[in-house]
């Protein structure tokens, strides 16, 4: 199933700030920062990847009810979603 990409800029947008954050994590790691600074930043980069990655699965799971795209089938979607949990 192929995603429209106009309907993605909200997870495009979401993608580009958790790969700012991620630059921010490797920056206070070669700086030697504080490990609960790097940690709580850690921990915000993979909440961002998360939510991007159901954002996808939402977006494409609309587009199968409303388009009809008989591409990809429960068990698949099923799937798909349950790798991010």
Known sequence: ?????TELTPVINRLKR????????TRML???????DIVTQLAAVS????RAGFLII???LEQCLTQKDNTMDKK????LFLSLA
């Open 1 to 5: 199933m192929e995603l429209d990409a």
């Open 18 to 25: 958790a790969q700012g954050q991620l630059t921010a994590v």
């Open 30 to 36: 070669e700086e030697g920062k504080d490990c609960k």
């Open 47 to 50: 909440k961002a990847l998360d």
């Open 58 to 60: 939402a977006t494409g």
């Open 76 to 79: 698949e979607l099923e799937q």
